[in-house]
């Protein structure tokens, strides 16, 4: 069974900074690496994917960055605003696909003015 | 395009009795996936089906059952309810293609089931 490592816990940022949440997995023979957002009494919305033939992908204000040999992947959010203030969810596929997911533990992500 | 929906949104059940939860894929897709999230945690995957089989089960026991109907639709069925399985349950859908190839899966809003 794949473990998925998030960390941190949670986070604070102020208005304006830079958050930064962590993911690191077991196995590799995998292609697709997803992040997803999540508000309360809401189902997980997809945020941003890397599939791993490239080291990062931006979207906006929001970047993944992965590290393939060191097995981690890293979700970037720029210019953090309080509309960001949610749950956060790294994922890692259980096989080859994107289907079967192992979620991490989740970041909860509070943007302060 | 029409997202995945779910229904009921919230359920009170008593422990032993059994529930049924439905999902409606995303217009397009032929593959639903079913998981379980406690309050605090991330989701954990129960479940897939695809061309109206499992296609893959996480580890839960054989008292949760699903089903996947010609329409791409799905229920999810959990006998003899037990106070651990008070969760949201999520349907997740998305388009199995050729070779394995999965695109994004797609959640809908969830189950909250509260199991007394």
């Known amino acids: 069974q794949q473990q998925v490592k998030q960390s941190p816990q949670s986070l604070i940022v102020q208005k304006g900074g830079i958050s930064i949440i962590n993911c690191a997995y077991e196995?590799?023979?995998?292609?697709?690496f997803p992040w997803y957002q999540q508000f309360p009494g809401k189902g997980p919305a997809l945020l941003i994917a890397?599939?791993?033939?490239?080291s990062e992908k931006k979207e906006g204000r929001f970047t993944i960055s992965f590290n393939k040999s060191a097995k981690q992947f890293s979700l970037h959010i720029m210019d953090s605003q309080p509309g960001d203030s949610a749950t956060y969810f790294c994922?890692?596929?259980?096989?080859?696909?994107?289907?079967?997911?192992?979620f991490g533990t989740g970041t909860r992500l509070q943007v302060t003015l | 395009e029409t997202g995945v929906t779910q229904s009921p949104t919230h359920l009170i059940k008593t422990r032993g009795q059994q529930v049924t939860l439905r999902c409606s894929s995303q217009?397009?897709?032929?593959?639903v996936s079913w998981y379980q999230q406690a309050l605090g945690q991330g989701p954990q995957f129960i479940f897939q089906y695809y061309r109206e089989e499992e296609n893959g089960r996480g580890n839960f026991p054989p008292r949760f059952s699903g089903l996947q109907f010609p329409n791409y639709s799905s229920e999810l069925n959990v006998n003899a309810l037990e106070l651990d399985d008070s969760a949201l349950y999520l349907c997740?859908?998305?388009?199995?293609?050729?070779?394995?190839?999965?695109?994004?899966?797609?959640f809908g809003p969830g189950t909250r089931l509260t199991v007394l």
């Open positions: 890397i599939r791993p033939d490239v």
């Open positions: 217009s397009g897709h032929n593959t």
């Open positions: 196995n590799t023979a995998f292609d697709y």
């Open positions: 994922a890692v596929p259980n096989t080859g696909t994107a289907s079967k997911l192992t």
């Open positions: 997740a859908s998305s388009k199995l293609g050729l070779a394995g190839y999965t695109d994004t899966q797609y």
